[in-house]
């Protein structure tokens, strides 16, 4: 393994992070509290060249490799404090356009990654159903062939984007009794007629990221918009798992940014006639927050320089979704209560971690099916 960073790397991270201090940090808390998602901040990403950023060139996107990519993420993240953007970009990015950019074919890729790249369509991915969440297999959604299109009929729910997403990368069966083996990914654009999507669920934490459910009934889709082949979904779900779980970079910034925040406090915070920083008590929730945030950081790093590597990253993917979510959940947790009773207040934006890192360790597959697959990856069983 070798992490060290090249110039351009560094600069890059560094250019990312004062423009999310710059122009995206201000007015996270409104926009939290409007609960809307802001096109604004959006079109200001994708100006800035991250809507597309791992996107190849010659489609219009950045082609960064998946280091740079977790660089961009994490300092992002760290400067603008803004849980939602990251959930809409990552799943706009990473989860959407990245398999049409690994698997599609080059029409496919010239008709849909230009468009995701500038910010123009932003994309979602669509797996988890009503009854199909962690046993995501067992999915109802159904494909049927119909001369040169498809009929979707089905529904998905908990979509992160779905309110607001041009197209979709989503998952159906062509045959229920195959299970994994009938699994089956379509692009859908949700102009397509059969597909409605539903109001924006409520949420406790990361109001302004939409999430919704989307109906497909007898839903259109042509031929050519089959991503892959036919039965080949559950093979796309497992090559898109690097991309995907670089998408919890995030979270590593979001903890340093609290870790931050949590000195700051315990430095001016004064009980006893002394900072709060001084008691033992303290100091010890700071370093467990400092201990997880690197454990997160390498792994992070780590899994991003196998996947440029082209190394194998099955078993490292499950741990990285794993300890950073759980990690990060466990630091809101001690951040909260460093900044005691103002930490249960909104005009601190430390509380907000708790319920972003609640739904981290379920979002994107929860924390007993990455245990699962870990152990199950080690006994072979
Ligand atoms: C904020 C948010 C955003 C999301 N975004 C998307 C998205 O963009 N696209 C998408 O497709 N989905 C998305 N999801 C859905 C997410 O992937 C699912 O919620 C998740 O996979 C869990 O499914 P479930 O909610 O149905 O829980 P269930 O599967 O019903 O699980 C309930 C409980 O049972 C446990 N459990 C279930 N099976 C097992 C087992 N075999 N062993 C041990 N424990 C088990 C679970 O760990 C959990 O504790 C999102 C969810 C959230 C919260």
Not at 9 to 31: H, L, T, W
Not at 175 to 189: H, M, N, P, S, Y
Not at 336 to 352: S, T
Request: hydrophobic share 40%; proline share 3%; net charge negative.
């Amino acid at each position: 393994m070798d992490f060290s960073f090249t110039e351009e790397q560094i600069m890059f991270r560094d250019s990312v992070e004062k423009f999310a201090q710059k122009e995206i940090a201000p007015g996270v808390d409104e926009r939290e509290r409007k609960a809307e998602f802001s096109y604004e901040v959006w079109k200001k990403m994708a100006d800035f060249g991250l809507a597309g950023l791992t996107i190849p060139a010659d489609y219009g996107g950045g082609g960064a490799d998946a280091l740079t990519t977790v660089l961009a993420m994490e300092a992002f993240a760290r400067g603008s404090r803004d849980m939602s953007i990251c959930v809409v970009w990552g799943s706009h990015l990473l989860l959407a356009a990245m398999p049409i950019a690994d698997l599609g074919t080059e029409e496919q890729k010239k008709k849909y990654l230009p468009k995701m790249a500038s910010g123009e369509w932003i994309g979602a991915m669509a797996l988890t159903e009503p009854d199909a969440g962690t046993d995501a297999t067992s999915l109802r959604t159904t494909a049927k062939k119909d001369g040169n299109h498809y009929l979707l009929n089905g529904n998905k729910t908990y979509i992160s984007n779905a309110p607001i997403a041009d197209v979709l990368t989503t998952f159906a069966s062509v045959d229920l009794a195959k299970r994994a083996q009938g699994l089956t990914l379509f692009i859908v654009e949700t102009d397509s007629p059969g597909l409605t999507l539903g109001k924006p669920l409520e949420k406790y934490e990361s109001h302004s990221s939409p999430t919704g459910e989307i109906f497909f009934e007898d839903c259109k889709v042509p031929v050519e918009n089959l991503l892959g082949g036919e039965g080949e979904g559950f093979h796309a779900m497992v090559h898109s798992l690097g991309w995907e779980r670089i998408a919890f970079a995030p979270f590593v910034g979001l903890m340093e940014a609290d870790l931050n925040s949590c000195i700051e406090y315990a430095k001016e915070r004064k009980q006893f006639g002394k900072p709060i920083g001084k008691f033992q008590l303290v100091q010890a929730m700071l370093s467990e927050i400092k201990m997880d945030l690197e454990a997160s950081r390498y792994l992070a790093y780590n899994l991003a320089w196998k996947k440029d590597q082209n190394e194998w990253i099955g078993m490292d993917a499950a741990i990285v979704k794993t300890f950073i979510t759980e990690a990060y959940e466990r630091s809101a947790q001690k951040a909260v209560q460093i900044f005691g009773g103002n930490g249960c207040m909104r005009e601190y934006p430390i509380g907000r971690s708790l319920w972003a890192g609640k739904m981290a360790t379920i979002g994107g597959g929860t924390s007993q099916i990455q245990r699962t697959i870990i152990g199950r990856m080690l006994t072979g069983l």
